[in-house]
């Protein structure tokens, strides 16, 4: 993995962060997001809202593993510094959970049984 840059964020291109536990994911989840129309994306294995706010993305990959201790409030910190998509990968299906993040700004969270094509949706926003 690369470390992120302040000159990575480039004018008039879509940018997207995957904060990822599992390296082995990363290329996946980045032909994804390329396929979506993002052309830069930058990896992180662990999450800080300061990091992500200084990326600018206009989306977030989110593994719930690589949240820390508070994917919650993670969540609710990039979505109030930024109009950024946020999709949660969970590795449950825990519907209190799912409602809690969805009220502090997940706007998809993808459990266990999610493929590729819910995640493109997800990222779409579709």
Request: hydrophobic share 50%; with cysteine; aromatic share 2%.
């Amino acid at each position: 993995m690369r470390k992120m840059r302040q000159t990575d964020t480039l004018v008039g291109h879509r940018t997207a962060a995957i904060v990822q536990a599992q390296p082995l994911m990363v290329p996946f989840l980045r032909d994804v997001l390329r396929c979506t129309g993002h052309s830069h994306v930058v990896t992180h294995r662990c999450a800080s809202a300061k990091r992500l706010r200084r990326a600018k993305p206009d989306v977030v990959i989110l593994d719930i593993e690589a949240a820390n201790a508070e994917p919650l409030a993670l969540i609710r910190s990039i979505k109030l510094n930024a109009p950024t998509r946020i999709v949660v990968i969970a590795g449950h299906d825990d519907p209190v959970w799912n409602a809690l993040a969805r009220a502090v700004g997940a706007d998809a969270i993808l459990g266990p049984s999610a493929d590729r094509q819910d995640l493109v949706a997800a990222v779409r926003g579709a």
